[in-house]
């Protein structure tokens, strides 16, 4: 995101989080309350985009995850191997301030995750995420993400797409 108005940076204890406010008290409780012990225990990674005054504009998780064959759309599933699942991203939450709406924050997050996901040196097949709900989905479909046959509201973009 160079030359954008935020920097993007793993989450750090000097990253003040208590006045986040997406509107969506889930997001805002999760980076509140339970995002360190998600780190610290290694179940999820951390993102936040940074104002120049550091404070945190929006952020997005990231875990490890594996998507069964049988779950993906047979068009996908026949160029795979044979293998019970894939691997995959999950990314878990993405949340923009409400005070930073509007300003393609949410899209510039999306495409860092994808970013970070494409260059990881672990084999990793497409990024994963559950929307919320419809317009949630929509924004990802708009991204290019494909939803699961049997699950509209999980979604996954292949990451050679993103190369």
Known sequence: MS?????VAPLDSVHDRSNFNC?????????????TQDTRRRVAACFVA???TQRVAGYYTL???????????????KKLPRYPAVPAVRMGRLAVDQDFKGQGLG????????DRAARSEVAVFALVVD???DEAAAFYRHHG????????LTLFLPLATVR
Do not use: H, M, N, W
């Open 63 to 77: 875990a490890s995850a594996c998507v069964p064959i049988i779950d993906l759309p047979p068009e996908t599933a």
């Open 145 to 152: 993400f494909i939803a699961l046959p049997e699950s509209p």
């Open 3 to 7: 030359g954008a108005p935020f920097r």
């Open 23 to 35: 509107g969506t008290l889930p997001l805002d409780r999760y980076l509140r309350e339970q995002v």
């Open 131 to 133: 929307a919320k709900g």
């Open 50 to 52: 940074l104002t120049d």
């Open 107 to 114: 899209a510039a997050l999306l495409a860092d995750a994808l």
